[in-house]
């Protein structure tokens, strides 16, 4: 509770009292203590559940009125993979605010998991991601395909081939993404596909320390072919000639809610650029 209010700027007894409060409203307690400490219950989670949805509403409106006072301005709330980070996403941005100078951004950067989970609570508006998301909750728009590579120390007897197959590497011990990364869930699909079971040695965050640790020797990795002065100095990237070795890059943003105009012409300007389709 004081780790709460501290948060929100106000004192521990003006955020009980404001609790129990709404407690009193609906009629029913909303947390369980549990060890000392409050824990939602399930009449907490609904509650938590509607109020999301309240304040998605509610950012929803105040964007609709600020784009019809002004329709050149406004605020895109956009997900992104950290893969994307140092060059995609700046370079769409730069390129969309060169017609649209006022509308602002704000950036979140997680695995694809965690966006689409964003992405079904209000939280950010439009997302690039890759894979395409299971869920159908989802719209969808291919912008381009990244073929997929393994990722081999450049004294590797694999670094000299023109294109390899998973199976050829299962002697080798291997560097991966965590789940949820979207980029994990495809490498997860390529062995299953192949029968095979890698030797987990190290699970990491990003994409350029598991190119650090193949390169330092500790193994090799399945990573998206990386642009020419993007390649990690000791590394060989050689294509994978498996069924599905290709990551998708997407734009997601959710069915059913309507956008703000200005996420609309977000929307609208990378759809224009894409090479895909649905």
Known sequence: MRDAADDLHISQPTLSRALARIERQVGVPLFDRVNHRLQLNDYGRIMLEHTRRSLTELHSASERIAALRNPESGTVRLGFLHSLASWFVPEIIRVFRESAPQVNFALDQAPSGDIEAMLARGEIDVAVIG?????????????????????????????????????????????????????????DELFAAAGVVPRIVFETIEIPTIEGLVAAGFGVAVVPSPRPTKETEGVRYVPLDDVGAFRPIGLAWPVGREPSPVVARFIAFLVSRGQGGN
């Open 131 to 187: 894979p395409r998301p299971a869920a159908d909750e989802f719209d969808w728009y291919e912008l381009y395909v990244e073929r997929l590579c393994l990722a081999v120390p450049e004294s590797h007897p694999l670094a000299g081939h023109a294109t390899i197959r998973v199976a050829d590497a299962l002697d080798d011990a291997f560097v991966m993404l965590r789940k949820p990364f979207g980029l994990r869930r495809l490498t």
